[in-house]
């Protein structure tokens, strides 16, 4: 049964906006947890820098880098998934979501490798 409270909120609209909005609160976490060294226009210079810019011996600490702030990134979709979907039952807003996230993940991919 849905929750009463967040019927409105299941909408597919809704599910692909937060969906959207959820990485980039994930990226400033990372930021927070791995990159507080270093500013934050740093941490997404080292980010986005091409790979192919840097030498051999750095390219695997770039890759590696980016994946895990990438991962971070997507964490907090897994959460907003598990509440949507099994305990609240917003069954649109999760297929908003799902595929917000699957095609960011097909982007992630495409980014790393």
């Known amino acids: 049964m849905k929750n009463k409270r967040f ?3 299941d909408t597919f609209k809704h599910g692909a906006l937060m969906g959207l909005t959820f990485p980039i609160i ?4 990372s930021f927070l947890v791995k990159g ?4 934050l226009e740093t941490y997404w210079q080292v980010f986005t820098q091409s790979s192919d ?3 051999d011996l ?3 600490i770039y890759a590696d880098s980016r994946q895990s702030t990438l991962v971070f990134c997507l964490l907090p979709n897994l959460l907003l998934f598990y509440f ?3 305990q609240y039952k917003l069954d649109q ?4 979501l799902v595929g ?3 095609i960011l993940a097909a982007l992630t991919f495409i980014f790393i490798y």
């Open 36 to 39: 507080s060294e270093m500013s």
């Open 58 to 60: 750095t390219r695997d």
């Open 7 to 9: 019927k409105k909120l």
């Open 53 to 55: 810019l840097v030498s």
């Open 93 to 96: 807003f999760s297929k908003g």
């Open 26 to 29: 994930g990226f400033f976490i």
């Open 100 to 102: 917000t996230t699957l």
């Open 84 to 86: 949507s979907f099994f």
